[in-house]
């Protein structure tokens, strides 16, 4: 799990499958991260809307790190870099919701893109690899 390459592939597909899971359940992820608009119909079906538009962007994102796997080492490495720092400002902007208590954001999805930053970091800077 140390080739870029491979680290590429696996952020993608976690991405994308993300992005499914987001375009399919909307509304449980709505109802879950804002209880308390559950009688408000207006409010679920703007919050479905802006579920399914992040499902789309993940699908996005997802598939361009699928399919620049096969770059060269370098640029493979330079992708990874900048994921790392991308997951790591989702995962701020995550956190700052969850504590200000605009939203009740999952634990699991802080945790999975704090995880995806690392993995991504520690991939990008191995000096030697596979």
């Known amino acids: ?40 119909e207006q409010a679920i079906n703007v919050g479905i809307a802006l579920r399914k538009n992040m499902g789309v962007g993940c699908i996005f994102i997802g598939m361009l790190l699928f399919w620049c796997q096969t770059s060269s080492k ?31 954001v999952p634990l699991p999805i802080i945790l999975l893109f704090a995880c995806m930053s690392i993995y991504s970091l520690f991939v990008a800077t191995r000096r030697y690899q596979e």
């Not at 370098?74 to 990874?80: H, K």
């Open 74 to 104: 370098t640029t493979a490495q330079r992708l990874l870099f900048c994921s790392s720092f991308g997951f790591g400002l989702m995962v701020a902007g995550l956190l700052e919701v969850r504590l200000t208590g605009q939203a009740n």
């Open 1 to 40: 799990m140390r080739n870029s390459r491979l680290a590429l592939a696996f952020n993608g597909v976690i991405m994308v499958l993300l992005g499914i899971v987001f375009w399919f359940f909307p509304e449980l992820f709505t109802v879950a991260m804002f209880p308390s608009i559950s009688e408000n």
